[in-house]
């Protein structure tokens, strides 16, 4: 779908005109909008527009890295959106001069949807092309951080574990929130290096007076990617601890089998020699024969207890909450 919408020299909006109307002199700025484009509709790209052939393919091909080219008459922007529900993103194109502002994306974004129709109602936005611009870059940016903040909340309940799920399941959602942290990392680095780009080049002479509003969108990214890094810390952090837990708690695992083995093993060497059927064994015709052979091995095994609780084998402790 295409939509269009204009801005006439008296400062009125006209919405859906068709494409060759646009350019009439009444014109003052416009934006074009393709929402979900057909293959036909893609073509406009070239045939009225005639935006350059490597700008178009990286709109139609394979996602691109959040970037910015620069053209005789127009900026080439690739910004990402983040699907809340997958953290995949999503590619957002702007091709932007002082005369218009084209968007395109294969999927519906809700934040260019919204602003399309405050245009009309916000006076502001019909300053020119460079103010619907930024405007996208900023809902997109704040857009990020409803998923950090989720993520960050799955972290605090692992750590906290009021749950009380087991380590494995613990060690599973772990993983899954690093994971998913990665896919975040990923779109919000680029889009900050995008930004400082921005704020930086000396060919943005439109956004001079609006500088410091990308300044703000900058530290947005900028708290967003601390944000991320503190939180992979932390997910690293609960990571070896319950590997450690667990390790401690095969370790005592472990010696509680080795000292039962240890009390068990001349115990059952006696059982053993005492179980052949050899015809001569004195002590076994002995009236208390069976009594004294018995008081030893017990004597063995209370004596071999004291022992390994004298060397602190069985000062165990409960399982420790992080």
């Known amino acids: 779908m295409i939509r269009t919408l204009a801005i006439t020299i008296k400062n009125e909006v006209e919405y ?31 045939r009225f527009f005639r ?11 394979y996602v691109q890295r959040p970037k910015m080219d620069f053209y ?37 974004v809700r934040d260019i949807k919204n602003l399309w129709y405050r245009v009309n109602k916000e006076p502001i936005l019909k300053e020119n092309p460079f103010q619907i611009m930024y405007n996208i870059v900023d809902h997109l940016v ?36 690093r994971s998913e942290l990665n896919k975040l990392r990923r779109t919000i680095i680029p889009m900050r290096d995008l930004l400082y780009r921005i704020i930086s080049s000396a060919r943005f002479n439109s956004l001079k007076e609006r ?14 990617v601390e944000m991320i890094d503190a939180n992979r810390e932390l997910s690293s952090d609960i990571r070896d601890s319950y590997l ?27 059982a053993g020699v005492y179980g052949m059927n050899f015809k001569y064994m004195p002590e076994l015709s002995g009236r208390y024969s069976y009594f004294i052979v018995i008081g030893i091995m ?4 209370i004596g071999m207890v004291c022992f390994f609780y004298k060397m602190g ?9 992080l």
């Open 51 to 61: 935006f350059h052939p490597l700008a178009i393919e990286d709109c139609i091909e």
């Open 142 to 177: 704040d857009d990020y951080f409803p998923p950090v903040y989720k993520l960050e909340d799955q972290i605090n309940q692992v750590e906290d574990n009021t749950s009380d799920k087991s380590i494995s399941e613990l060690m599973e959602h772990v993983f899954d929130i």
């Open 16 to 46: 859906d005109l068709p494409l060759k109307e646009l350019k009439k002199k009444e014109i003052k700025w416009f934006w074009v909008d393709f929402e979900e484009p057909t293959e036909d509709e893609v073509m406009q790209l070239s």
């Open 298 to 301: 017990l004597a063995i095994g």
């Open 211 to 224: 500088h410091i509003y990308f300044h703000d969108i900058y530290d947005h990214l900028l708290k967003l």
């Open 313 to 321: 084998w069985f000062r165990f402790h409960k399982g420790t909450k």
């Open 244 to 270: 450690s837990i667990n390790s401690d708690r095969m370790n005592r695992v472990m010696m509680t089998l080795t000292v039962m083995s240890s009390i068990f093993l001349p115990l059952t060497f006696i």
């Open 72 to 108: 005789d008459q127009y900026i080439f922007i690739v910004l990402h959106t983040i699907n809340h529900t997958t953290l995949e993103a999503d590619e957002v194109d702007m091709f932007v001069s002082e005369e218009y502002i084209v968007t395109f994306h294969k999927k519906i």
